[in-house]
C-alpha cells in the first residue's frame, strides 16, 4: 500500500539544514533491533507486530497515544541483570523509570529488588506484594510520614541523603522501637558525560553528602553513634544514560577510600557499596549500550582491586538498574493528526500526544528515532520533526527523524525506547489526558495502567 506524496521539506542529505540527524536511513522499512523491544518486527503487510499482535489492532483496542511494553522484554532484561550479577550481589529495580503493580510483581517473579523514592512508590511496591526486606527507600527530602511508614513496614534499607535526615530516620525508629538498616549517600565529585539536569555526583547538586572537607566522614560518625540506625554501607551515583565505565571507576575509588577510613577510624568494615545506576540505553541506532553481564564484570573487577589495594573485604555490591531495564522494552504508539511541510526546512509532523506524555525531548533534548508502523511504504525519506497537539512551541517529540514523504492524516507512528521516563514523568498539561500503558505477551494485550478520562480530571477538582 503506498499513497501519493505531498509537497514536503527537504528529502535529500545534500541539502539538509543542520539538525541532530544522521544521514537518511537506506530503507524506512527496517527496524533497528538496537532500539527496538525484542518480540518487535513487522508483519507481511509492513506492519509493526509486538508480542504477536500489531500495531493496528493495538490502536483499534486501546486507543492513542499509548505506551506498549513488552512484558517478555522486561522479563529478559530483569534476568539478564540478575543472572550477570549473580547470588553476591543485590539489583535494585529504580522504580522511578516506571512502576506499576504489574511490573512489582515481574521484578518479584524475576528475583530483583526494588528502590523506590517517595511514599507513592513505597506503596505501589506493598501493594503489589514486593516483600519489604527488598525494598530501599531513597530520596532527598523524605517528609516524616514517608519515614515512619517505611520503617513500620520493615523495609531493607533507607538511604540517607542528608545530616538531618541522619537523626530524623534515627529518632523515628527509636519512638517506633526498631533499628533501622541505613546506607548513607555521598557525592564524590565525579563528572559524569551526561546532560547536567542527570549528573547526580558533582558537588553542586541536591543529592547526597560530599565527599570533600571531610563531611562524609563526619555523617558516617553521627550515623554509628546513634542507636535507631544499624550503618550497613555507602551509597553513590553519579548519573543517568551513562555509557563510559571510568566515572564509575573513579566513583568506586573514592568509596572505597572512605571505606578504609572508615575501618582506620572506628574499626568497623561496612558489609555494603551501592554504586547506583543509570547505564544507557540505545535511543537512536548511533547509541552503544552495554550489556549487563559486561557492566557486572567491569563493576565487580573495580571494586575488588579497590578493595584488595585497600585490604578491605569486598563488600556485597548492589546497582540500580532502572531505564536499562525498562527503557527498551516500550514504544509510544501515536496517530498522526496533520503534517505541515515548509519549503526549505522539513516537515511538522503533529501526533495526537507530545510533550505531555514524553517531556524528555523538551526537558533534556534527548533524541528519538520513528517509525511508520501502520503499513510499508516506498516513498523516498523526508525529513521530519514529530511534535505534540500542545500549545508550546517546545513541545517535541522527535526532534529531527526520517519518514517516509507520503506520511499522512491517520498514519500509525511509533517512539521506540519509551518505557523509562516517559509514564512517569506524564503530566495533565493543556488538561490532555495521560495515556494507558498496555502490557503484550504471547499474542495477548492488557491494560495495566489505564488511560485517564476526564472524570479522573474533574474528580481532583473540587472548586
Same mark, same amino acid.
Given at each position: 500500500?503506498?499513497?501519493?506524496?505531498?509537497?514536503?521539506?527537504?528529502?535529500?542529505?545534500?541539502?539538509?539544514?543542520?539538525?541532530?540527524?544522521?544521514?537518511?536511513?537506506?530503507?524506512?522499512?527496517?527496524?533497528?533491533?538496537?532500539?527496538?523491544?525484542?518480540?518487535?518486527?513487522?508483519?507481511?503487510?509492513?506492519?509493526?507486530?509486538?508480542?504477536?499482535?500489531?500495531?493496528?489492532?493495538?490502536?483499534?483496542?486501546?486507543?492513542?497515544?499509548?505506551?506498549?511494553?513488552?512484558?517478555?522484554?522486561?522479563?529478559?532484561?530483569?534476568?539478564? /541483570?540478575?543472572?550477570?550479577?549473580?547470588?553476591?550481589?543485590?539489583?535494585?529495580?529504580?522504580?522511578?523509570?516506571?512502576?506499576?503493580?504489574?511490573?512489582?510483581? /515481574?521484578?518479584?517473579?524475576?528475583?530483583?529488588?526494588?528502590?523506590? +523514592?517517595?511514599?507513592?512508590?513505597?506503596?505501589?511496591?506493598?501493594?503489589?506484594?514486593?516483600?519489604?526486606?527488598?525494598?530501599?527507600?531513597?530520596?532527598?527530602?523524605?517528609?516524616?510520614?514517608?519515614?515512619?511508614?517505611?520503617?513500620?513496614?520493615?523495609?531493607?534499607?533507607?538511604?540517607?541523603?542528608?545530616?538531618?535526615?541522619?537523626?530524623?530516620?534515627?529518632?523515628?525508629?527509636?519512638?517506633?522501637?526498631?533499628?533501622?538498616?541505613?546506607?548513607?549517600?555521598?557525592?564524590?565529585?565525579?563528572?559524569?558525560?551526561?546532560?547536567?539536569?542527570?549528573?547526580?555526583?558533582?558537588?553542586?547538586?541536591?543529592?547526597?553528602?560530599?565527599?570533600?572537607?571531610?563531611?562524609?566522614?563526619?555523617?558516617?560518625?553521627?550515623?554509628?553513634?546513634?542507636?535507631?540506625?544499624?550503618?550497613?554501607?555507602?551509597?553513590?551515583?553519579?548519573?543517568?544514560?551513562?555509557?563510559?565505565?571510568?566515572?564509575?571507576?573513579?566513583?568506586?575509588?573514592?568509596?572505597?577510600?572512605?571505606?578504609?577510613?572508615?575501618?582506620?577510624?572506628?574499626?568497623?568494615?561496612?558489609?555494603?557499596?551501592?554504586?547506583?545506576?543509570?547505564?544507557?540505553?540505545?535511543?537512536?541506532?548511533?547509541?552503544?549500550?552495554?550489556?549487563?553481564?559486561?557492566?557486572?564484570?567491569?563493576?565487580?573487577?573495580?571494586?575488588?582491586?579497590? +578493595?584488595?589495594?585497600?585490604?578491605?573485604?569486598?563488600?556485597?555490591?548492589?546497582?540500580?538498574?532502572?531505564?536499562?531495564?525498562?527503557?527498551?522494552?516500550?514504544?509510544?504508539?501515536?496517530?498522526?493528526?496533520?503534517?505541515?511541510?515548509?519549503?526549505?526546512?522539513?516537515?511538522?509532523?503533529?501526533?495526537?500526544?507530545?510533550?505531555?506524555?514524553?517531556?524528555?525531548?523538551?526537558?533534556?533534548?534527548?533524541?528519538?528515532?520513528?517509525?511508520?508502523?501502520?503499513?510499508?511504504?516506498?516513498?523516498?525519506?523526508?525529513?521530519?520533526?514529530?511534535?505534540?497537539?500542545? +500549545?508550546?512551541?517546545?513541545?517535541?517529540?522527535?526532534?529531527?527523524?526520517?519518514?517516509?514523504?507520503?506520511?499522512?492524516?491517520?498514519?500509525?507512528?511509533?517512539?521506540?525506547?519509551?518505557?523509562?521516563? +516517559?509514564?512517569?514523568?506524564?503530566?495533565?498539561?493543556?488538561?490532555?489526558?495521560?495515556?494507558?500503558?498496555?502490557?503484550?505477551?504471547?499474542?495477548?494485550?492488557?491494560?495495566?495502567?489505564?488511560?485517564?478520562?476526564?472524570?479522573?480530571?474533574?474528580?481532583?477538582?473540587?472548586?
Amino acid at each position: 500500500m503506498s499513497r501519493s506524496a505531498h509537497p514536503a521539506g527537504p528529502r535529500h542529505a545534500d541539502v539538509l539544514p543542520e539538525g541532530h540527524y544522521s544521514a537518511p536511513p537506506a530503507d524506512l522499512n527496517t527496524l533497528d533491533p538496537k532500539v527496538w523491544a525484542q518480540t518487535v518486527t513487522r508483519n507481511e503487510d509492513g506492519v509493526l507486530t509486538v508480542g504477536g499482535i500489531t500495531a493496528t489492532q493495538l490502536a483499534e483496542e486501546h486507543g492513542t497515544p499509548a505506551y506498549v511494553i513488552d512484558e517478555t522484554d522486561f522479563r529478559a532484561r530483569a534476568r539478564a /541483570w540478575r543472572t550477570a550479577f549473580g547470588h553476591d550481589a543485590d539489583v535494585f529495580y529504580a522504580g522511578k523509570a516506571f512502576l506499576s503493580r504489574a511490573v512489582v510483581r /515481574w521484578l518479584h517473579e524475576e528475583g530483583l529488588n526494588l528502590d523506590v +523514592c517517595s511514599g507513592g512508590e513505597l506503596a505501589t511496591a506493598l501493594s503489589a506484594g514486593m516483600p519489604a526486606d527488598r525494598i530501599a527507600f531513597h530520596g532527598n527530602n523524605k517528609s516524616k510520614e514517608e519515614i515512619e511508614r517505611a520503617i513500620r513496614a520493615d523495609v531493607g534499607r533507607i538511604v540517607l541523603d542528608s545530616f538531618q535526615e541522619i537523626v530524623r530516620v534515627a529518632h523515628i525508629a527509636q519512638e517506633l522501637g526498631k533499628r533501622q538498616r541505613v546506607q548513607i549517600r555521598i557525592t564524590v565529585g565525579v563528572e559524569a558525560h551526561t546532560h547536567e539536569f542527570i549528573a547526580t555526583a558533582h558537588e553542586d547538586q541536591k543529592f547526597g553528602i560530599p565527599l570533600a572537607g571531610g563531611q562524609a566522614a563526619e555523617a558516617v560518625r553521627r550515623a554509628l553513634q546513634l542507636d535507631g540506625l544499624e550503618l550497613i554501607g555507602i551509597h553513590s551515583h553519579i548519573g543517568s544514560q551513562i555509557f563510559d565505565m571510568s566515572g564509575f571507576e573513579v566513583a568506586a575509588h573514592r568509596v572505597v577510600g572512605l571505606l578504609k577510613d572508615i575501618r582506620d577510624e572506628h574499626g568497623v568494615e561496612l558489609p555494603e557499596i551501592d554504586l547506583g545506576g543509570g547505564l544507557g540505553i540505545a535511543y537512536t541506532s548511533d547509541d552503544d549500550p552495554r550489556e549487563p553481564h559486561e557492566i557486572a564484570k567491569a563493576l565487580t573487577e573495580i571494586v575488588t582491586r579497590e +578493595c584488595e589495594s585497600a585490604k578491605l573485604r569486598t563488600p556485597r555490591i548492589s546497582v540500580e538498574p532502572g531505564r536499562a531495564i525498562v527503557g527498551p522494552t516500550a514504544f509510544t504508539l501515536y496517530e498522526v493528526g496533520t503534517t505541515k511541510p515548509l519549503d526549505g526546512l522539513r516537515t511538522y509532523v503533529s501526533v495526537d500526544g507530545g510533550m505531555s506524555d514524553n517531556i524528555r525531548t523538551a526537558l533534556y533534548d534527548a533524541e528519538y528515532t520513528v517509525a511508520l508502523v501502520s503499513r510499508t511504504s516506498d516513498a523516498e525519506p523526508m525529513l521530519t520533526r514529530v511534535v505534540g497537539k500542545h +500549545c508550546e512551541s517546545g513541545d517535541i517529540v522527535v526532534r529531527d527523524a526520517f519518514l517516509p514523504a507520503d506520511i499522512a492524516p491517520g498514519d500509525l507512528i511509533a517512539v521506540p525506547a519509551t518505557g523509562a521516563y +516517559c509514564r512517569s514523568m506524564a503530566s495533565n498539561y493543556n488538561h490532555v489526558l495521560r495515556p494507558p500503558v498496555v502490557a503484550v505477551n504471547d499474542g495477548a494485550s492488557r491494560v495495566i495502567v489505564r488511560r485517564e478520562t476526564e472524570e479522573d480530571l474533574l474528580r481532583l477538582d473540587v472548586g
